[in-house]
């Protein structure tokens, strides 16, 4: 049984979708249980799996009883959720047989996203660490680099490292062409991702002024939705820098790369990541990704100065002025950057085939 909030347009929704469509069916039976059916990837889930809504709502809490009577019916070999469903998950595993495994896929790097909640509220860091403690004591654990499994085994002492499983994400088919990038002096230049606080826009905002301001040509493109307050902090920001004319909004698209003729840079501005499916979609299409070096899993994608930059980050979070200094960079040499090259050894490297057959042999290792 697959578990998820929704399957609109993410990371984690687009990793679930592809094990959906790869997943060798003379294996396993499949039950996908969503908390509310949304568009995005959920009319690419194959028609012979079925599907259930199990609230209405992306709010994992509301799925908990749904989520609980929907195991207890089906009676699954294994529970794999992710996303906010890690918890209901965990939870249900005090109420249903021992003989289900239960498997969370964790999203993010531990340390920086309890950092964030405890930024934001000192009660919201205790429900989080809690939460994670739970899932721990009651779950497999998949993390999606290296990075963030010696992240989440040093952070909670963990006695046995080899209870957390590493498994990449799979790397997506190339979706765009690009042509001719040497008959034009002004750059496109794309960020992908929803608006919050860990996406660091306000930094990049800071950075992409301090470009205008070098004389350097360039159009920069949001691409993404999220939270409405923050897109507003964002846009007002952009506004008072006077990047309007350089600075485009262009909401949340299911194909983003499509969204912009011939993309010359992607720009990841996290203040922390899991292991970032947008970058992996960047490469497979062959475009170069500037990336902050950031808690995550970005030094296991960018082989610097092969397919991408990563900025010199020397304090606990980046700074506009080192975004900047690694852009001014990335502009200067992109035009040297093999893209067939980038594109080949990106798919080569996180193959969806690959990752596929390491959940299933996952599935089948844990199968009781």
Same mark, same amino acid.
């Given at each position: 049984m697959f578990?998820?909030n929704?399957?609109s347009v993410?990371?984690?929704e687009r990793v679930?979708?592809t094990l959906?469509?790869?997943i060798?069916?003379? &294996?396993f039976?499949?039950?996908?249980?969503?908390g509310?059916?949304?568009?995005?990837?959920?009319n690419?889930v194959?028609?012979?799996?079925?599907?259930?809504?199990l609230?209405?709502? =992306?709010?994992?809490?509301?799925s908990?009883?749904?989520?609980?009577?929907l195991i207890r019916y $089906?009676?699954?070999d294994i529970v794999?959720s992710?996303l906010?469903m890690?918890?209901?998950?965990?939870?249900c595993?005090?109420?249903t047989?021992? @003989?289900?495994t239960?498997?969370a896929r964790?999203?993010?790097?531990?340390?920086a996203d309890?950092?964030?909640? =405890?930024r934001?509220?000192? *009660?919201?860091y205790l429900?989080q660490k809690?939460?994670?403690?739970?899932v721990?004591?009651? +779950?497999?654990? #998949?993390?999606q680099?290296?990075?963030? =499994?010696?992240?989440l085994v040093q952070y909670?002492?963990?006695?046995?490292?080899?209870?957390?499983?590493?498994i990449y994400n799979p790397?997506p088919?190339?979706?765009v062409?690009y042509? @001719?990038?040497?008959q034009?002096?002004s750059?496109n230049?794309v960020?992908v991702?929803?608006?919050?606080w860990?996406?660091?826009?306000?930094i990049?905002i800071?950075?992409l002024?301090m470009?205008?301001?070098?004389g350097?040509?360039?159009k920069?493109? *949001?691409?993404?939705?999220?939270?409405?307050?923050?897109?507003?902090?964002?846009?007002?920001?952009?506004k008072?820098? =006077?990047?309007?004319?350089?600075?485009?909004?262009?909401g949340?698209?299911? &194909?983003?790369f +499509?969204?912009?003729?011939?993309?010359?840079?992607f #720009?990841?501005?996290?203040?922390?990541e899991?292991?970032?499916?947008?970058?992996l979609?960047?490469?497979?299409?062959?475009?170069?990704v500037?990336?902050?070096?950031?808690?995550?899993?970005?030094?296991?994608?960018?082989?610097?100065?092969?397919?991408g930059?990563?900025?010199n980050?020397?304090?606990?979070?980046?700074?506009?002025r080192?975004l900047?200094e690694t852009i001014?960079?990335?502009?200067?040499t992109v035009?040297?950057?093999?893209?067939?090259?980038?594109?080949?050894?990106v798919?080569?490297?996180?193959?969806?085939?690959? #990752?596929?057959s390491?959940? $299933?042999?996952?599935f089948?290792?844990?199968?009781k």
């Open positions: 578990v998820i929704s399957l993410g990371g984690a679930f979708s959906l469509k790869n060798n069916r003379n &294996q039976d499949i039950i996908l249980a969503i509310a059916r949304t568009d995005g990837f959920l690419e194959p028609k012979d799996i079925k599907i259930v809504e609230s209405g709502s =992306k709010r994992a809490i509301k908990f009883f749904p989520l609980l009577r $089906e009676k699954p794999f992710t906010g890690v918890s209901s998950s965990s939870l595993s005090f109420f047989s021992k @003989n289900i239960y498997i964790f999203g993010n790097t531990i340390s309890l950092y964030r909640s =405890k934001e509220s000192y *009660f919201k429900f809690l939460s994670y403690l739970l721990l004591k009651r +779950c497999k654990i #998949v993390t680099s290296e990075y963030m =499994k010696n992240d909670f002492a963990l006695s046995n490292s080899d209870d957390v499983h590493v790397c088919n190339p979706s062409l042509s @001719n990038p040497e034009r002096k750059k230049l960020t991702g929803r608006f919050a860990q996406k660091g826009y306000d990049l800071d950075s002024g470009l205008a301001k070098d350097w040509e360039f920069f493109y *949001f691409i993404g939705g999220g939270d409405k307050a923050e897109e507003k902090i964002v846009k007002d920001k952009a008072k820098a =006077k990047l309007t004319e350089i600075v485009e909004f262009l949340e698209r299911e &194909q983003p +499509c969204a912009v003729n011939d993309i010359d840079i #720009v990841s501005s996290s203040r922390f899991g292991f970032a499916n947008v970058i979609e960047s490469l497979a299409n062959g475009i170069p500037v990336a902050t070096d950031c808690p995550s899993g970005n030094r296991e994608i960018i082989d610097e100065k092969v397919n930059w990563l900025t980050q020397v304090g606990s979070e980046p700074t506009a080192e900047y001014s960079t990335a502009l200067e035009e040297s950057f093999d893209r067939y090259k980038i594109k080949e050894e798919r080569k490297t996180f193959a969806i085939e690959t #990752v596929v390491h959940y $299933e042999s996952l089948l290792e844990f199968k």
